[in-house]
């Protein structure tokens, strides 16, 4: 089953072009990473994907039994989200916004599942440390369980591992990988960290000037796209 599809998709930025007639489906239980160099439209497009972005041209659609508001999304780590001053538990249950409506704050069946989230992602002891006292991987791990509550099938995350450290980088991966896997939780990840994209994701998204690739990980390694790509990154 269908996730997310887009047809003919074009985006542009004040009349410039940065994505152009990109067409890609992406099923039930993938895992798509979307790279690319700088200025191709990844962050773009990811926009468009969660539905804050319209495109010039063509049509981006959710699958059936998904709204908009059940998407999870994972933002790069900012300076200003350091700084935010709130506990994990309040950080985590805000993703719980979207689905009360107009109800106001939050009931058992919500901090159920904040503490769910909590837990399934090894973050439970942290529930009531301020959110700015934690390490760079505790704060994503934090902003994926928030993610995770707002979202029934499917999770973005736009380069999620900015700013972490090997290890903290290499743990958030596998703990994707998890989610993917065991939990049948559909990704779609921009990313700068092709080694680690390429491990993990089953589906490559190629973003270039010139063209675009969508397929397996493994037939994009094999194309004359993926050998240009990566043969630029070792040089």
């Given at each position: 089953?269908?996730?997310?599809?887009?047809?003919?998709?074009?985006?542009?930025?004040?009349?410039?072009?940065?994505?152009?007639?990109?067409?890609?489906?992406?099923?039930?239980?993938?895992?798509?990473?979307?790279?690319?160099?700088?200025g191709t439209g990844k962050s773009t497009l990811m926009k468009g994907l969660l539905g804050l972005k319209k495109p010039a041209a063509g049509v981006i659609t959710l699958g059936e039994g998904i709204r908009q508001n059940e998407v999870g999304y994972v933002p790069q780590q900012t300076e200003n989200q350091k700084d935010f001053p709130a506990s994990v538990w309040e950080v985590v249950l805000?993703?719980?916004?979207?689905?009360?409506?107009?109800?106001?704050?939050?009931?058992?069946?919500?901090?159920?599942?904040a503490e769910e989230k909590l837990k399934l992602l090894g973050i439970y002891d942290l529930k009531n440390k301020s959110f700015r006292d934690l390490s760079g991987g505790q704060r994503q791990r934090a902003l994926l369980a928030?993610?995770?509550?707002?979202?029934?099938?499917?999770?973005?995350?736009?380069?999620?591992?900015?700013?972490?450290?090997?290890?903290?980088t290499e743990e958030f991966y596998h703990l994707l990988l998890e989610l993917n896997k065991k939990h049948q939780i559909t990704v779609i990840m921009v990313s700068?960290?092709?080694?680690?994209?390429?491990?993990?994701?089953?589906?490559i998204l190629y973003l270039s000037q010139e063209s675009h690739f969508f397929g397996t990980t493994e037939n994009f390694m094999d194309s004359e796209a993926g050998r240009k790509f990566l043969g630029r990154m070792e040089e």
């Open positions: 089953m269908s996730c997310i599809k887009c047809e003919h998709v074009t985006f542009s930025y004040e009349n410039q072009v940065v994505v152009s007639d990109l067409s890609f489906q992406v099923q039930a239980g993938d895992y798509l990473c979307i790279i690319g160099e700088n805000s993703g719980c916004l979207n689905s009360r409506g107009i109800l106001p704050g939050f009931g058992a069946k919500e901090k159920r599942l928030r993610s995770l509550c707002a979202a029934k099938k499917l999770i973005l995350l736009d380069e999620p591992t900015t700013g972490l450290d090997p290890l903290a700068h960290a092709i080694q680690e994209a390429l491990e993990h994701a089953d589906h």
